[in-house]
């Protein structure tokens, strides 16, 4: 088309993008700068690099502050990228999870860590807790999904582990269809896991009808199988489409509501109060009748809100069940604090896993 004063305003609206995006990379390598400055005073004081508390600090200042045309709702991801990234210039962090790559697990370390972590999987649970005595500054452990409930294995871990939950992650847990353009057509297989294929049968025959189902031991093994054949496509998170080369060509496939999954956070420092806190417990229970009644009731009168209990039996030490439960509130809240020491000098077993912020971010997404 011949040039006219329209595509001479387009032009110069996109020169003047063109300039504020310089400004703010300008000012992204002013900001990489004061960091590198930050972790050199840091390591001259031996102080920790990831500072948790002045994180979440900075990320809801900057969201309540965002009332112009830019998306609130995107301000928390874009700067997320900018501290993850300005953070590897300090010391990257380490974060371990239950392997392979293109999980939940790495999906949900990524959504908190941002893109410039370094992500280790790990072969099991138990070697994601070693992980980080080793060394590794977080871990992610899946404990709540949805539709399948608390995962109960994960709980065997805590007992012999000073390691502390020092967080929650709850994220979205949507399977995507991706193929090598972004789109359907041509596509003759789906590779899937079973479970995941049940989870969006409707989802695939609307969007693939024709295609035949092959199944895969895994997520990533699904999007490794289409990556190598281009007449295929994967059911994973949209997470694989990066690490596997394929785009996504549909984001939510799942069958039915909105399905969630939430993580706890491993770590070895107790983060500061914040005043919207859970406390996770493990107790251990023997045969006693009438113990865990006995455990609710106190916890009930000392005005103690119980958000989540799960079961498992075990014969470790002696015991029968061992239950975790979720409190709101911080275990240095005084009522709190009374309550856990009433109950511990009655019970075989009383742990207080850890006192940790809420992921309210998370349950606003998945709301």
């Known amino acids: 088309m011949p040039a006219g004063p329209e ?6 609206l996109r020169a003047a993008i063109d300039g504020v995006d310089d400004q703010i990379l300008a000012l992204l390598d002013r900001r990489a700068e004061v960091v590198r400055e930050v972790g050199r005073r840091k390591r001259e004081r031996r102080e920790a690099f990831h500072v948790p508390q002045r994180e979440r600090a900075v ?28 953070l590897s210039l300090e010391s990257p962090l380490v974060v371990s999870y239950p392997g392979p790559e293109a999980t939940f697990s790495h999906l949900a370390g990524k959504t908190r860590f941002g893109l410039s972590a370094l992500y280790r999987p790990a072969a099991s649970l138990g070697e994601v807790f070693r992980e980080v005595g080793r060394g590794a500054d977080y871990g992610v452990v899946p404990v709540e999904e949805a539709s399948e409930g608390l995962v109960t294995h994960a709980l065997d871990h ?23 353009t972004g789109a359907t057509t041509g596509v003759e297989r789906v590779f899937a896991h079973p479970v995941a294929a049940a989870r969006c049968a409707a989802g695939l025959v609307e969007a693939v009808g024709g295609a035949a189902m092959v199944a895969a031991p895994s997520a ?8 190598d054949d281009v007449h295929a496509a994967a059911l994973a998170p949209a997470l694989a489409a990066e690490l596997f080369d394929l785009v996504v060509a549909k984001p939510r496939l799942d069958d039915g509501p909105v399905d969630v999954a939430r993580f706890l956070l491993l770590g070895r420092q107790p983060p500061r109060p914040t005043g919207d806190d859970a406390t996770s417990l493990l107790i251990g229970l023997d045969d006693k009748p009438g113990r865990l009644g006995e455990v609710l009731n106190r916890l009930g009168a000392a005005g103690l809100n119980l958000r989540r209990i799960a079961s498992r039996p075990t014969d470790r030490r002696g015991l029968r069940d061992l239950f975790f439960l979720d409190l709101d509130g911080h275990q240095d809240d005084p009522g709190c604090r009374a309550a856990l020491d009433g109950l511990g000098a009655g019970l075989p077993l009383l742990k207080v896993l850890g006192s940790y912020p809420r992921d309210r971010v998370g349950e606003e997404r998945q709301s």
């Not at 595509?7 to 110069?12: K, R």
């Not at 990533?220 to 199988?225: H, P, Q, R, T």
């Open 220 to 227: 990533a093994g699904a999007a490794a199988m289409a990556r």
């Open 158 to 180: 805590f007992i012999d582990s000073d390691l502390l939950i020092v967080g929650e992650i709850v994220i979205e847990a949507a399977h995507a269809l991706l193929t090598h």
């Open 59 to 86: 990320l809801q200042r900057l969201t309540a502050a965002a009332n112009g045309a830019f998306p609130r709702e995107a301000v928390r991801p874009v700067f997320r990228e900018i501290m993850s990234a300005c």
């Open 7 to 12: 595509s001479d305003d387009l032009a110069t």
